[in-house]
């Protein structure tokens, strides 16, 4: 089984400027997530798909972050205009939406560096 | 909201004692509590999960127990190797949809 694929894996750019990561979940997956590391800290959920619908993105900035997964597969995430504190590990995550398992599967994450 | 809370932040160890990391919630509906270990510049890995009807798991070296009336958990590496060095994480699942809300990871060393 393929695992939870994201790119690109790193992205330097300068604030103001703007920047879109994508993510692709394991096949069959409908819940999507997109958590946002900052270094040192645990993740932080920015946004929850079930399907193509948002579950909760109560902690997505939503004046500069959007989030979308159209068709209900593959995700993107975008920050515009970028600030400093931006920068972080992005990841995204996938389950099941079977009650068996609760487990999320990280992907490899996207680094963000904002100069 | 939920709030998690991770003790010790680090954790130095020799090889071959144990290792200790506690964590505490704040919301008495969490019903699912997993333990993640991310290498450096790695993805978050699964390695052990509870849930809320069951009191402690092991599997080989390492086991969770769960206190739910003090809403606390804790995870315990026994007979520690170098392999074991990372930053732990634990996280609880709000009892709506699958929220994770993730401690502050705790770095564990272990010192051969």
């Known amino acids: 089984e393929a695992g939870v694929a994201q790119s690109p894996r790193y992205k330097i750019i300068e604030k103001r400027q703007s920047v879109a990561f994508w993510c692709n979940p394991i096949?069959?997956?409908?819940?999507l997530y997109w958590y946002q590391q900052i270094l040192g800290q645990g993740p932080k959920l920015l946004i929850q798909f079930q399907n193509n619908g948002v579950v909760d993105d109560s902690q997505l900035p939503k004046d500069r972050f959007s989030a979308e997964r159209l068709k209900g597969v593959d995700s993107t995430l975008k920050i515009q205009p970028a600030k400093l504190e931006d920068s972080a590990v992005y990841l995204c995550?996938?389950?099941?939406?079977?009650?068996?398992?609760?487990?999320?599967?990280f992907g490899p994450g996207t680094r963000l560096t904002v100069t | 909201g939920e709030n998690v809370e991770q003790h010790p932040s680090t954790l130095s160890v020799q090889e071959g004692d144990s290792a200790v990391i506690k964590c505490t919630y704040s919301d008495s509906a969490s019903n699912y509590f997993p333990w993640y270990k991310q290498e450096l510049g790695k993805r978050p890995q699964l390695i052990i999960d509870?849930?809320?009807?069951?009191g402690e798991k092991k599997d080989q070296r390492i086991a969770v127990t769960l206190n739910k009336t003090a809403k606390h958990f804790s995870l315990h590496i026994t007979e520690t190797q170098p392999e074991d060095s990372a930053v732990y994480f634990c996280a609880a699942r709000g009892a709506a949809g699958n929220k994770l809300t993730f401690g502050g990871g705790t770095r564990v060393l272990v010192k051969p």
């Open positions: 509870i849930r809320s009807n069951v």
């Open positions: 096949s069959g997956h409908a819940t």
């Open positions: 995550a996938s389950s099941s939406s079977s009650g068996a398992s609760y487990e999320q599967y």
